[in-house]
T-cell receptor, first 110, second 117 residues
Framework: QKEVEQNSGPLSVPEGAIASLNCTYSDRGSQSFFWYRQYSGKSPELIMSIYSNGDKEDGRFTAQLNKASQYVSLLIRDSQPSDSATYLCAATFNTDKLIFGTGTRLQVFP | NAGVMQNPRHLVRRRGQEARLRCSPMKGHSHVYWYRQLPEEGLKFMVYLQKENIIDESGMPKERFSAEFPKEGPSILRIQQVVRGDSAAYFC???????????????FGPGTRLTVL
């Protein structure tokens, strides 16, 4: 059973701090990894995708992938209250379907 | 450029009725995926379709659920004889036709929230 695991949180950080969200997965054959943000009652919104080892930066967001250790993380710099949401980690395991973690709830307080 | 469209946004059915959920992919996308999100749970894959073909239905319940993506028109997820446990948010996602092997980014629609009374 292919799995993606996340700490459910909530993760609470003060405004302006760095939020670090982590995700582990069970299959070394995983190819593609995605971070989605989901506000309560809304649909998942893509933040970043990452396919190879290392860091990928996009604005305030940095995704990090370490295939040897089977983890992927998302860093949010200068966190804002508007970043408060559930962050979903997803992976594909040599198929086209996304396997999601249960999500980490992030709270950014002023 | 319209995103993924789903309708209805909210659907209320009584036990035993049928629910039909529709999804129109983004322009230029020919791959459609359906996911279900039960209350307080994560997103679970249900089915992956291309035009007129079901590619992967490994996440579909064996009974009462079916999906199609005809040559013309939206993809439809059909739930027959709904039960209270079917109450959930159903999301459709689409991806472009190039690539494959799990590398294409999927973009999600707004979802249909099904409530079974």
């Amino acid at each position: 059973q292919k799995e993606v695991e996340q700490n459910s949180g909530p993760l609470s950080v003060p405004e302006g701090a760095i939020a670090s969200l982590n995700c582990t997965y069970s299959d070394r054959g995983s190819q593609s990894f995605f971070w989605y943000r989901q506000y309560s009652g809304k649909s998942p919104e893509l933040i970043m995708s990452i396919y190879s080892n290392g860091d990928k930066e996009d604005g305030r967001f940095t995704a990090q992938l370490n295939k040897a250790s089977q983890y992927v993380s998302l860093l949010i710099r200068d966190s804002q209250p508007s970043d408060s949401a559930t962050y979903l980690c997803a992976a594909t395991f040599n198929t086209d379907k996304l396997i999601f973690g249960t999500g980490t709830r992030l709270q950014v307080f002023p | 450029n319209a995103g993924v469209m789903q309708n209805p946004r909210h659907l209320v059915r009584r036990r035993g009725q049928e629910a039909r959920l529709r999804c129109s992919p983004m322009k230029g996308h020919s791959h459609v995926y359906w996911y279900r999100q039960l209350p307080e749970e994560g997103l679970k894959f249900m089915v992956y379709l291309q035009k007129e073909n079901i590619i992967d239905e490994s996440g579909m319940p064996k009974e009462r659920f079916s999906a199609e993506f005809p040559k013309e028109g939206p993809s439809i997820l059909r739930i027959q004889q709904v039960v209270r446990g079917d109450s959930a948010a159903y999301f459709c996602a689409s991806s472009p036709p190039t690539g494959g092997r799990g590398t294409d980014t999927q973009y999600f629609g707004p979802g249909t929230r099904l409530t079974v009374l």
